[in-house]
């Protein structure tokens, strides 16, 4: 069974940066998805298991960036945040580095971590 667990979620005002970290108990293509007060859940940003592609929807692009370490530590770094960005966020695992903007490609997923971005 794999583990994913998120950490670094936060309450932080308009403007500000935040990067959440999403550590795995395996190595997998990693996936960031949203879920904002009212709304469907949302792609925000995938990464392919090498790290060689990597995939941010467009609401986000130019503000977050994914990236991964070495080992199964998979992060979100969040940049000028803005009250829209207040959400759920969650981070889940897919054995297959296609279809990584869409939720069903995802065998895992973590628990989530709330980020408030107060304006």
């Known amino acids: 069974q794999v583990q994913l667990v998120e950490s670094g979620g936060g309450l932080v005002q308009a403007g500000d940066s935040l990067t959440l970290s999403c550590a795995a108990s395996?190595?997998?293509?990693v996936g960031w998805f949203r879920r904002r007060p009212g709304r469907e859940r949302e792609f925000v940003a995938a990464?392919?298991?090498?790290?060689?592609?990597k995939y941010h929807a467009n609401s986000v692009r130019g503000r977050f960036t994914i990236s991964r370490d070495t080992a199964k530590t998979v992060y979100l770094h969040m940049n000028s945040l803005k009250a829209e960005d207040t959400a759920v966020y969650y981070c889940a695992a897919a054995t297959s580095n296609r279809d990584l903007d869409s939720a069903w490609a995802y065998e895992y997923w973590g628990q989530g971590t709330q980020v408030t971005v107060s304006s």
């Open positions: 990464i392919t298991y090498s790290g060689a592609n």
């Open positions: 395996e190595r997998y293509a």
